[in-house]
């Protein structure tokens, strides 16, 4: 996987890719802290975290897929992905139980649970690894990704090793059975005391998804900071990243009463969103009535902070990758949109394309994942380019250009540009291949530099690029609840929307989907996002077309 994208962004933008190779190299400039509500390294140049996660929390206490590929290798394939992080999970036994993580090796612990199968492709792939106590092998993972560059966010997912969660599984909140708070602090201390020192440590979620019957905000205040403290003492480098109530869907308690620490600079909140943290609404509801609405649910849950100048990790999403779920698929066009908008830091659930052991099923196939069941490659292409946007830091502290607009479709994960075949036409491409748009107070969409404005041209036709910006047929609206769909009038008072022929990928205009109710129609491929950027996305410097081409001459 790795190698091939790479390959072919050589042989389309050889002069780009090796000009800008310099800027995807692994940040070095460790630690981290945050600035406002950017994260930025040690030069005050923003880092934003484009996670995996990579489970290591389940049974045997290993990260997963080691069975199926070299640690190294899987190491490549996140980097060729376009991922620079990793939020790696691990149970708080492993930090607590001497034994457990000392005198448990990797061999032992997949025999004790059955895994002979596992337990060959290991040998044949990890040899080097197999022997080592679990603590040693979870150090050598980590000490791999360092070694491609890539930035680790530890993360303490759950106490006993096991899928996570339930309500009721004891590991859900300070009092809960597998939950003391004291060991818990004992064991934060001692996970971040371990890699004190180890520099692509960027970072220690604190502990995922609290939940459950006994949460509330007093103890999570209370028990919060003092694990933030204890992390802080031990390893000063690191951000500490707080998880919210509810299985990490909210932060809002945050907006009344602040976190009170005595160290500065590496507070850092997350959240997750998946379509099933509102049960089946996607599917059930008008897609943009919905998006609107849980959108602004998210903002008063957690999208508030950034305002607020903290960082927010949106450190779990993810949808079935197939591609069949429709709750999954009307959720990630309005998600793609919120997080581009937002250019918020992130983390994929998930890298894993299988599992060891889950819920008592081994060899598990995750349709969440990454990577495909043998963890070779990309489980689906198309969707590694919807999120290949986010990948890019679209603003913030670093190199800047000046501001403009890039109109992201989020379906397709790419933006429109220019069409190589007629520059008075618009089609999708690359985001990085972007011209940079402004998004005027007349409402014109026009590529900065040039007196042309976006203009539709009757129903089903291509929009195109004209001079006559005062005429209703080139303002451009935001309309429906979702805000996703850009609508000009035609000359005979009809509203269109920006749409997609999904044939050839050229931008054309249709009558506006789905506006409101009805909860079957699919408006996706009419969903455009107007995102702000301030940076040069990684990838080709985009170029002005050549005014003395005919196409230009005859407008
Ligand atoms: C510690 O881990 C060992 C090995 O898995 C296990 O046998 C033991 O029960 C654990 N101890 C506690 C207190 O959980
Ligand atoms: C570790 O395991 C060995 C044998 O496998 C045993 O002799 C020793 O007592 C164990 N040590 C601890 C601390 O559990
Ligand atoms: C914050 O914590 C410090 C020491 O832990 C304490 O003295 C101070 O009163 C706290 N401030 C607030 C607003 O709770
Ligand atoms: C990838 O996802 C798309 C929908 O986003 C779907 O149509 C396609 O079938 C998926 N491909 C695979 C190999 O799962």
Known sequence: MAKRLQRQKLCLFPFFFLAFSFITKPNKAYPLSTSSRWIVDETSQRVKLS?????SHLQPVVAEGLSKKPVEEIADKIVGMGFNCVRLTWPLDLATNFTLAHNVTVRQSFQSLGLYDDFVGFQTHNPSIIDLPLIDAFKT???????????????????????????????????????????????????ASIFNGVSNVVGMSLRNELRGSRQNTNDWFKYMEQGAEAVHSANPNVLVILSGLHYDLDLSYIRAQPVNLSFDGKLVFELHWYAFSDGDSWATNNPNDICGKISNRVNNAGGFLLDKGYPLFLSEFGIDERGGNINDNRFFGC?????????????????????????????????YGALDADWNDARNSSFLQR???????????????????LIFHPLTGLCMVQSQINPTKLALGPCYESEPWSYTSENNLKIQGLPFCLQNTGTGKPVKLGISCWSPVSK???????????????????????????????????????????????????????????RRLKGPITTLPDLSSPEWSSL
């Open 51 to 55: 996670c995996a996660n990579w489970p």
């Open 141 to 191: 993972v980590v000490e791999t990704l360092g070694n491609e560059g890539v930035m680790v966010v530890l993360d303490n997912h759950v106490t006993k090793p096991g899928w996570c969660c339930s309500d009721d599984d004891g590991n859900g909140f300070f009092g809960d059975r597998f939950f003391d708070p004291t060991v818990w602090i004992s064991g934060l201390t001692n996970m």
């Open 335 to 367: 998600f793609l949109g919120w997080a581009a908008e937002n250019d918020i830091d992130w983390a994929l659930w998930v890298l894993s394309g299988s599992y060891y052991i889950r819920e008592g099923v081994a060899g598990m196939v995750e349709f």
């Open 387 to 405: 999120i290949s946007l986010l990948q890019s830091p679209l603003q913030g502290p670093g190199p800047q250009t000046g501001d403009y607009n």
């Open 476 to 534: 451009w609206h935001t309309i429906s609840a979702s805000e996703m769909h850009l609508a000009s009038t035609t000359s005979e008072q009809i509203s269109l929307c920006l749409d997609v022929d999904g044939s050839n990928n050229v931008v054309i205009a249709n009558d506006c989907k789905c506006m409101a109710e009805d909860s079957r129609c699919q408006p996706m491929s009419q969903w455009f996002k107007i995102i702000k950027a301030t």
